[in-house]
Structure formats: C-alpha cells, structure tokens
C-alpha cells in the first residue's frame, strides 16, 4: 500500500456515495494517485478518467481505471 500525506483513502467512500446519490455517469480524479478514488468510482459503475502525472500513477491508472475485465480473454492470459 502506498501511503502519503494527501491520502484519500477516509474519504473514499463518501466519495463514492456523493456520487450515486447525484447520479454521477463520469468523473474526473484530477491527482489520482493510487486510483482509490477512481476505483471506487468505476466500481459503481462510473466512467473514470484518472489523471496524474506521476509515472506509477499513470501504471495504477491503466491497470485498475482502464482495463475492462469484461475485455480480458482469461484463457490467453493464462498462457
């Protein structure tokens, strides 16, 4: 886990509740960090654009916010 002042990680989910309370269909995690934020977001169902420029940031983003698990051919990643 990467810690670091600035942390969301308490509000996260408020956040996530804010959001479906409005009926939020897109967001934007300006910042994102670690992608909690945006992880929590695309798990109800919101299309997330994460931005940040910190290169890990930039690897979390591609792994959690942009891939669809639905895509993913199981059987060849397997391989």
Do not use: N
Not at 3 to 13: A, C, D, E, I
Not at 17 to 44: H, I, N, P, W, Y
């Amino acid at each position: 886990m990467i810690k670091y002042l600035g942390s969301k990680r308490t509000l996260v989910p408020v956040l996530g509740a804010v959001a479906s309370a409005v009926g939020a269909r897109t967001a934007v995690d300006l910042f994102t960090g670690t992608t909690r934020v945006a992880q929590e977001l695309k798990r109800r169902g919101i299309e997330v654009t994460a931005v940040d420029l910190a290169t890990y940031s930039e690897i979390l983003a591609r792994c959690y916010i942009a891939t669809d698990a639905d895509a993913v051919d199981q059987g060849e990643l397997g391989e």
